[in-house]
């Protein structure tokens, strides 16, 4: 008498994990939904009367200071291109164009400075109150934006200093433009009025070529002093360039070369990762709004740490799908790899390794826009909504959107983006010769990556860029650790960047 097989085991056979199905496709459009109605209101979002704040002057400022440096260190050969980049420079803000006007009369003359200051609009009498960019018209956009760093824009003071100072500049550069560089015109009050208005370009004003005062010579060391900040910095980002490319030519050697240790795709699980990436969408979304509700707009960090930490609850979904834990912390590579040492160093290659694709985005970027007639001016830089806060907030909102901005995002979005999604895009693609699967899941994921930042459809070059580096790191090492790590070391630097240009 023959033995049924089932009696010959104990062990009740592994439970099943469900396939991917309808869930799947339902997933993707809630995706490609949200992502298309995020990217489609930075496009439409009809332009709010867009004001001056200490962040703008400030990198006006930053960049007046780097000329004047570069022209002082590098004296007649730079003299051409330097002009040719001021001539370039035409904000629309009036305070900017003043500060312009006075670099113009800096680097290339007085009547230069007159023809500006003549063209600057003068403010409305009375207007000394203003508020962030793009309030209020499409409320979702804003408080998307705001969630990335924890809080909702609220308004900002700024002082009406055009009508004065304009005045004055006027008659300081018409006595320049006399040959009077003692400039008779201007009284004593007034000068410490421009200083305190308009700070180092107030001072640059008062001393101009030729004259000899420690006013001149403490101005130019300070612009001297800045070219060789800036100066130092591309040098260390251009050895990190040479660095992140070999990186970059190793990884793909191993890629099409299958020697890559790499992820290993699995059919049983293709569609419960775009499911849960739904709903992590979903839920950073909907209490990104909650919060700015409830909240208020000056709660800088509630709404962010709600957002970021109440939208990884996404993470339960798999479980109930039928994903052990321990498969889940394996498939989105919540794991130690190699130890902290060995994945850390791989992060720091990983943040190298996306400097030459950032590069080569931002070069085809300034193409395009040259293709289709525009012009990138120096101030227009896409910029985070940190950067207003960072320059508005108190010492407190500034300290929780650095928490945010330097750990809390880094560890959310690539838990979201690098582990969820890419690795549903993985198991999505797992017929195709691996370098193809690669490629095609970090571009899709990295695509969609820029297009959820709240910094313009101007930078989703870049970002994706950066993306990429992130998603190749977590192909090669297995583990989130390298690109969590390379993702806080971009955020902290570009903050070290911007709390040093507000300092200045």
């Known amino acids: 008498m023959s033995t049924p097989p089932e009696a010959l085991s104990n062990e009740a056979p592994p439970p099943e994990v469900p396939r ?80 312009v006007a ?19 609009e003068e403010a409305p009498a009375g207007r000394g109150q203003s508020h962030f960019r793009g309030e209020a018209r499409f409320p979702l956009t804003n408080i998307l934006a705001a969630a990335k760093v924890g809080t909702v824009p609220g308004e900002r003071s700024v002082p009406a200093e055009v009508p004065p100072a304009r005045g004055v500049l006027l008659r300081l550069y018409q006595d320049y433009s006399d040959n009077r560089l003692d400039a008779p015109s201007v009284d004593e009050a007034e000068r410490e009025r421009l200083q305190q208005q308009l700070g180092w370009l107030g001072k640059l004003a008062l001393a101009p070529p030729g004259s000899d005062t420690a006013l001149r ?132 290659g990983c943040y190298a390794m996306a400097i030459p694709l950032v590069v080569l985005a931002v070069s085809l970027t300034g193409v395009l826009a040259g293709f289709a007639g525009q012009s990138l001016q120096l101030n227009t830089a896409p910029a985070h909504p940190a950067a207003e806060w960072i320059a508005e907030g108190t010492w407190w909102q500034r300290i929780q959107i650095l928490v945010l901005a330097c750990v809390a995002a880094p560890i959310v979005e690539e838990i979201a983006f690098r582990g969820l999604l890419y690795r549903h895009l993985r198991d999505a693609t797992r017929t195709m010769r691996r370098g193809g699967s690669v490629l095609l899941s970090a571009a899709v994921s990295s695509v969609l990556f820029a297009l959820l930042h709240p910094q313009g459809l101007l930078a989703v070059p870049a970002l994706t860029a950066i993306a ?7 192909e090669w090492r297995g583990t989130l650790l390298p690109s969590i790590v390379a993702h806080g070391l971009n955020n902290a630097l570009v903050m070290a960047v911007l709390l040093t240009i507000l300092a200045k």
């Open 20 to 99: 991917g199905g309808g869930g799947t496709v339902a997933a993707w459009v809630v995706i490609v939904a949200v992502t298309l109605l995020v990217a489609s209101m930075q496009v439409l979002q009809p332009a709010a009367e867009v004001e001056e704040g200490r962040l703008e002057r400030a990198m006006v400022t930053f960049q007046a200071r780097y000329l004047v440096g570069a022209a002082s260190v590098l004296g007649e050969r730079t003299a051409g291109p330097v002009e040719r980049q001021v001539e370039a420079w035409q904000p629309q803000l009036p305070g900017q164009q003043m500060r």
């Open 217 to 348: 010579e403490q101005v130019l060391a300070d612009a001297r002093r800045t070219f060789y900040m800036v100066l130092g910095g591309v040098a260390v980002l251009g050895v990190l360039a040479v660095v992140g490319f070999v990186v970059l030519v190793i990884f793909l050697a191993f890629l099409f070369a299958n020697t890559l240790p790499g992820l290993k795709p699995s059919p049983e699980r293709r569609g419960i990762y775009a499911e849960a990436f739904a709903c992590w969408l979903v839920l950073f979304v909907g209490l990104s709004i909650a919060g700015g509700v409830v909240f208020g707009p000056d709660a800088v960090g509630a709404t962010g740490f709600l957002s970021m930490l109440g939208s990884l609850a996404a993470l339960g979904w798999p479980g109930m799908r039928g994903v052990s834990r321990e498969q889940l912390r394996a498939d989105l590579g919540w794991t130690g790899g190699q130890g902290a040492g060995v994945e850390l160093a791989a992060g720091v």
């Open 102 to 120: 006075v670099v113009a009369g800096e680097l290339i003359g007085p009547e230069a400075a007159l023809e500006r200051l003549r063209a600057v």
């Open 468 to 474: 990429l580096a992130l998603t190749f790191m977590r």
